[in-house]
């Protein structure tokens, strides 16, 4: 059984950063890997993904809306993954998720519909 966990966030001023950490454990790799992202919903919006992390590759992607702000890197160990935003803004406000999905082809996971396992959600707040 594939679990994810996320941990960090809360509130943050504008301008500011912060860590969001993911664990995925049980998750086993496709003929091509596996991959690691996050996806966040801000209110009243669809969810959206903004990084992601292939295994074994290590190649990370980032969604052209978070304007180079966010980087995803493993953690200690490669089922852990970090999100860091830079400079922080009220538009990054949204319930963040973790997700990870195994690869059986070269489909990139640049999208939430490719994630077949999730995290319960962590909020980040932004606000002055």
């Known amino acids: 059984q594939v679990q994810v966990a996320e941990s960090g966030g809360g509130s943050v001023q504008p301008g500011g950063s912060l860590t969001l950490s993911c664990e995925v454990t049980?998750?086993?790799?496709?003929?091509?890997?596996?991959?690691m992202g996050w996806v966040r919903q801000a209110p009243g919006k669809e969810r959206e993904a903004v990084a992601s992390i292939y295994s074994p590759s290590d190649f990370t992607w980032s969604a052209d809306s978070v304007n180079g702000r966010f980087g995803i890197l493993r953690g200690k160990t490669k089922n852990t993954v970090l999100l860091r935003i830079f400079n922080i803004t009220p538009e990054d406000t949204a319930m963040y998720y973790c997700?990870?999905?195994?690869?059986?082809?070269?489909?990139?996971?640049?999208?939430?519909?490719?994630?077949?396992?999730w995290g319960q959600g962590i909020q980040v707040a932004v606000s002055s």
């Open positions: 997700a990870a999905g195994s690869r059986y082809g070269y489909e990139p996971c640049t999208t939430p519909a490719y994630f077949k396992h």
């Open positions: 049980g998750l086993t790799n496709g003929n091509n890997g596996n991959c």
